[in-house]
């Protein structure tokens, strides 16, 4: 699946998150023509319905600041099943669109950007590393 509503089609079909809309237009330079989500930046959590998981806000409305370290790492060709970040760093992952972002790649499931500070459009998900419960927290698995 390439975007949280499902396969290839772009634009959404129908207001599903909070994405640089009609309601944004103001504000930020690229919207999705036809869509207008009725917040022009951040929404109340659970303003849009959750996904099939049950999870609010997932793509859309902020992008997420994670725990991960950025890294961009040359295609090996071979897929690489959950892979976390590496131990060190100067800039942190960020993944996910937000109210501020519009464009067919930032829309995928699979952007990811990365920042050293925070911003408008960028909040985080307190969320822990389940298959490893032993490792306590020191900030990696």
Do not use: C
Request: aromatic content about 12%.
């Amino acid at each position: 699946m390439m975007f949280p509503w499902g396969g290839e089609l772009y634009p959404p079909p129908e207001v599903i998150e909070n994405y640089a809309g009609q309601s944004a237009a103001d504000l930020v330079t690229f919207v999705l023509s036809n869509y207008d989500d009725g917040f022009p930046v951040s929404a109340p959590v659970g303003s849009f319905k959750p996904n099939a998981k049950g999870l609010f806000d997932m793509s859309g409305n902020v992008s997420e600041w994670i725990n991960d370290f950025f890294e961009i790492r040359p295609n090996s060709g071979e897929p690489t099943l959950d892979p976390v970040g590496p131990d060190t760093g100067d800039r942190h992952a960020i993944r996910g669109a937000s109210w501020a972002r519009a464009s067919r790649s930032e829309l995928r499931l699979a952007y990811r950007n990365s920042g050293r500070e925070g911003n408008l459009e960028t909040g985080f998900r307190i969320a822990r590393y389940v298959d490893k419960p032993d490792a306590g927290y020191e900030g990696k698995p």
